[in-house]
């Protein structure tokens, strides 16, 4: 099992910046791509961001420029800066892994924080 807890969202006006924070816990073998999505109200849920283990990473078009995903695999944690913020960016951001759990046979697994709150005020 894969335990996220994401930091770092809040309340910030437009143009300003925040800085998310996902770290991953619990008893699995890897972790494989990191992702952030986000939801605002009446919204279906969008990817933001990805990074594979190797550091590949891949953007929404809507946040390309503004915001920046990266990882720590030594601490098994993502983060998403996100500068030039506009109101539209306000969702709950939801971090996502893909996991290697060791059962009968390694297997992956999907897994996704709590969320938390970003609010950007115009």
């Known amino acids: 099992q894969v335990q996220l807890v994401e930091l770092g969202g809040g309340l910030v006006q437009a143009g300003g910046s925040l800085r998310l924070s996902c770290a991953a816990s619990?008893?699995?073998?890897?972790?494989?791509?990191m992702d952030w999505y986000r939801q605002a109200p009446g919204n279906e849920r969008e990817l933001v961001a990805t990074?594979?283990?190797?550091?590949?990473?891949k953007y929404a078009d809507s946040v390309k420029g503004r915001f920046t995903i990266s990882r720590d695999n030594a601490k098994n944690t993502v983060y998403l800066q996100m500068n030039s913020l506009k109101p539209e960016d306000t969702a709950v951001y939801y971090c996502?892994?893909?996991?290697?759990?060791?059962?009968?046979?390694?297997?992956?697994?999907?897994?996704w924080g709590q969320g938390t709150q970003v609010t950007v005020s115009s």
């Open positions: 990074i594979t283990s190797g550091g590949s990473t």
């Open positions: 996502h892994c893909n996991a290697l759990i060791r059962r009968i046979a390694v297997r992956e697994y999907s897994y």
């Open positions: 619990g008893s699995f073998v890897s972790i494989n791509a």
